[in-house]
């Protein structure tokens, strides 16, 4: 990828590693015989919907948006799912959906009317198993309000096609099997009388050293068992692991009680929040993080929010003004949760391939005003 191109702050997708993501996820849609669909929360960028829609059986929406532009973009309607739909918002919900999926037995008997055999319902289950050690991203720690429980669901309406469930964030093979597992035992009694089972997301197969083999076998064993039950797997990040980064610039370089920060023409705040929330270190090029007892450097946001920054890092090249930082695998999520705190501008959005970079979207002054009027 030939930096000087590419525009900053800006983020890029490897068309090549994607096509190399999308080989693997349908290695295991054909070799397991399961429907795999892409999750918009983790990956919205419908100018590569083109190199996805060929692979994927479906798109799971999480809003009526996303669920609009599975159906404008994608050519799909969508597999919805929300923890609670409005009056305003549902008659276009099943006007763009295929399947739609309740958060509670409430909201069910709330718009179960409004449904049509032509959707597919489902009720969002929680099988009260965690594998996710960061609390703002386990769906089933207690008191959870996302699904129901095997105690409050101890039959099922007659008019439940499917069962939904999400337990898992960039999890194993292992811990897939594992939610199979915990699942049948939960609401085993249940399956006689459902048509599907969507396993949500989590399910990290293209990451490196990741078992897909156990994945496979584990799903061949479930069908085997329950051959009436289709099984769904609806990935985010592992359609993208690996395959952008977001390129910033260095502005400024300041240097207060012995801390030396670069000031970047980013905000990790509006522009990577998972690093403050949830909270982890990005990886960056020709960067490590900087050893007890070293002196490194601090990368601080161009925003006012005194937290904005994260450090340390020792780089191969001192960083100066004009220096390029590169952040790795910024494609999933990241670009979905950006927002224009303090007015800083969205980077840019682009696609690299064999023919060098393209623009697909350039963020300006209407598109920050619009988003307030």
């Known amino acids: 990828m030939d930096l000087s191109k590419i525009p900053s702050p800006c983020y890029v997708l490897d068309e ?79 006007k763009y959906s295929s399947h739609v999926t309740f958060n509670s037995l409430t909201q069910y008997e709330r718009f179960r009317k409004q449904t049509t055999r032509a959707v597919s319902t489902g009720l969002r289950i929680n099988p009260e198993f965690s594998v ?15 699904g129901i429980t095997a105690q409050q669901l101890t039959k099922l309406p007659v008019d439940i096609d499917g069962l939904h469930v999400h337990a898992l964030c960039e999890s194993t093979a292992e811990a897939s099997k594992n939610l199979l597992d915990a699942v049948e035992k939960k609401f085993g009694h249940l399956f006689h009388q459902i048509k599907w089972l969507n396993l949500g997301g989590g399910h990290l197969m293209t990451a490196k050293n990741y078992n897909t083999r156990c994945l496979i076998d584990a799903l061949k064993t479930f069908s085997k068992k329950y051959p009436h039950i289709k099984i ?98 910024m494609m999933h999520y ?15 959005i682009g696609i690299w391939n064999e023919n060098g970079f393209k623009l697909l979207k350039k963020f300006e002054y209407e598109d920050y005003k619009n988003r307030l009027s």
């Open 16 to 94: 090549r590693l994607l096509l190399a993501n999308l080989k693997i996820i349908d290695h295991v849609r054909q070799q397991a015989n399961v429907e795999i669909i892409i999750a918009l929360k983790g990956f919205a960028m419908w100018g590569a919907f083109y190199m996805i829609k060929e692979n994927v059986d479906g798109v799971s929406a999480s809003s009526i948006n996303e669920a609009r532009l599975s159906f404008e973009e994608m050519g799909m309607p969508a597999h919805t799912y929300s923890p609670a739909y409005t009056d305003a918002d549902f008659e276009n919900v099943l």
């Open 232 to 329: 769904i797997l609806e990935p985010g990040a592992a359609f993208v692991w690996e395959t952008g980064v977001l390129v910033a610039n260095v502005e400024d370089v300041v240097e207060n009680a012995d801390i030396r920060t670069a000031i970047l023409n980013i905000s990790f705040s509006a522009h990577l929040p998972d690093c403050l929330e949830m909270p982890y270190k990005p990886r960056i090029r020709g960067a490590v993080e900087t050893s007890a007892g070293k002196r490194g450097w601090r990368l601080g946001a161009n925003s006012c929010l005194a937290g904005d920054f994260m450090g340390e890092w020792t780089f191969d090249e001192e960083p100066r003004i004009g220096t390029k930082i590169i952040f790795e695998d």
């Open 132 to 146: 996710v050690d960061t609390a703002i991203y386990n769906p089933c720690s207690p008191g959870s309000r996302l």
């Open 334 to 348: 990241t670009m979905v949760k950006t927002t224009t705190f303090n007015g800083v501008p969205h980077p840019s």
